[in-house]
């Protein structure tokens, strides 16, 4: 099953590239197609997974290179089940918001943005890390032609400072897993977690993980490609950056640094919360100074994303599960904040926050929308982005009450730069006759962001599920390491 959710996507991608060039409305229907099979065989998975686990369910193992213990090997747990679910529902509405976006060569588009699903699946289902790196590199490919082609004036500079950051980071990694093979006899993840007696301290392997993965966060001070990718991206390559390829950092940094050197991660942990908290209030305190609504959202996103590191590195389970399920979060407010000022550009073909002003009386259900995503991100109470914040907030208090007060002062300030965001686009005298022409949303944008404001209430009023589908897998993490289980 772990390998039909991985490679539908790629039959998706050859289908389209046979496609003659002149059918693009069957290119884009074909990618929305196959990209929801891939959801609905996500959801058979979901069901059939069992939450009191804390193993690896739906294996898949096979010889590949036997001579260097290379293998083919896939597996789901608590860790990885809402990274594969956040994927599999992000990319149809990435592809279907499209429309509005891309306009040419657009054959290529949809086979890549398909083939980004592909390495992103096998990502965060491949238990074999010889597997995961062959994924890992090939899932930047089709976001540096997605930003390179189809994005904005400055899409070159943007697209190669992506491109180089990440491969930078990736060599450090490769060097790691292959001292990990060789030693270990095997690239089997599984097997190396139950021999890492050997380099459970080890400091340079973790260095050389945990750089390649904060640099995807993107932590503090390694930040500075993001904001360029995402301002240059088009609408739909921003949503699947937030939402789906940041998360890919973040989760190698649980399911390998603290898994593989679980003494090394307490030695790098108040290290680690300090640059996260840096990251708090430095993404906020920039986001607050931007004229460009984009750029905002995109240092927002690395404000929001300092929370799930300080999450991850307060090696606890309140910590963890609240990272986690953060990650969800994160990936449907940032991904549905760029979708609605993806709508506004597509109107206006400026994000000038200058030449807005009382657009909710043109626009009424859009700014209805995006208050509701605005809202999300600030983290109010009975809304997603407030359960994720506080149960993270728990667990660093037990691990660092003073970086945890530094953090709590982001959330004041994320509430500051986000209502004036808003309030500089929709309330107010308008600022340019150019708004005196805007339409409403339309029935194709109200569908695109539909999914996400239901996820907004049902994680925000009721979250426990997704707790305990990851909590025998957290559990058995922090047991099998030696860290606090509060």
Not at 232 to 249: D, H, N, Q, Y
Not at 259 to 278: C, D, G, H, N, T
Not at 401 to 419: D, E, K, P, Q, R
Request: glycine content about 10%; charged content about 10%.
């Amino acid at each position: 099953m772990l390998s039909l959710i991985i490679f539908l996507p790629l039959i998706g991608a050859i289908l389209i590239a046979l496609m003659p060039r002149a059918a693009t409305g069957l290119m884009r229907w074909a990618a929305i197609g196959f990209s929801l099979v891939t959801l609905v065989v996500s959801l058979v998975l979901l069901f059939g997974f069992n939450n009191a686990q804390a193993g690896y369910q739906f294996v898949e193992s096979y010889k590949w290179i036997e001579q260097y213990g290379i293998g083919y090997k896939l597996g789901v747990d608590g860790v990885s089940i809402w990274m594969l679910m956040l994927t599999t529902a992000i990319f149809p509405i990435a592809i279907f918001a499209s429309q509005g976006a891309i306009h040419d060569r657009q054959k290529e588009y949809y086979a890549l943005v398909l083939l980004m699903e592909m390495a992103t699946l096998g990502v965060f289902l491949s238990l074999d890390m010889f597997l995961f790196y062959v994924f890992w590199e090939f899932a930047l490919v089709p976001m540096y032609f997605i930003i390179g082609v189809w994005g904005g004036e400055r899409r070159i500079y943007a697209s190669m400072k992506f491109f180089i950051y990440t491969m930078a980071g990736s060599v450090l990694m490769l060097l790691a897993i292959m001292y990990l093979g060789i030693n270990g006899g095997t690239f089997d993840l599984v097997a190396l977690i139950a021999k890492n007696g050997l380099w459970t301290a080890s400091a340079p392997l973790f260095l050389a993980f945990a750089i390649a993965f904060v640099i995807k966060v993107p932590l503090f001070p390694f930040h500075s490609w993001l904001p360029d990718a995402h301002t240059e991206a088009p609408t739909p390559g921003s949503v699947i950056l937030a939402a789906v390829l940041l998360k890919m950092g973040a989760y190698g940094l649980i399911r390998f640094n603290l898994a593989l050197f679980p003494e090394a991660s307490k030695q790098f942990a108040p290290m680690m919360m300090i640059l996260a908290v840096i990251g708090i209030l430095y993404g906020a305190i920039v986001a607050f100074a931007q004229t460009d609504a984009k750029k905002l959202v995109a240092y927002s996103s690395v404000s929001h994303m300092g929370y799930i590191v300080l999450g991850i590195f307060s090696l606890n389970q309140l910590g963890i599960q609240g990272a986690l399920l953060q990650m969800v979060n994160h990936g449907i407010s940032t991904g549905g904040l760029f979708l609605i000022v993806g709508f506004l550009y597509e109107r206006r073909h400026t994000r000038d926050l200058s030449k807005f002003g009382g657009i909710w009386g043109k626009m009424p259900l859009y700014g209805t929308l995006a208050l509701l995503f605005t809202l999300s991100s600030v983290g109010l109470p009975a809304l997603n982005g407030f359960v994720g914040e506080f149960v993270i907030l728990q667990g660093a208090y037990v691990s660092n009450s003073l970086m945890t007060a530094f953090a709590a002062l982001g959330m004041i300030l994320s509430a500051a730069y986000l209502l004036t965001f808003y309030q500089k686009i929709f309330l107010g005298e308008s600022r340019d006759v150019a708004n005196d022409k805007l339409v409403d949303v339309n029935w194709r944008e109200v569908l695109a962001v539909a999914p996400l404001l239901i996820f907004v209430f049902v994680i925000g009023l009721y979250s426990l599920p997704f707790f305990n589908a990851m909590s025998a897998s957290v559990t058995s993490l922090l047991s099998a390491s030696g860290m606090a289980m509060r």
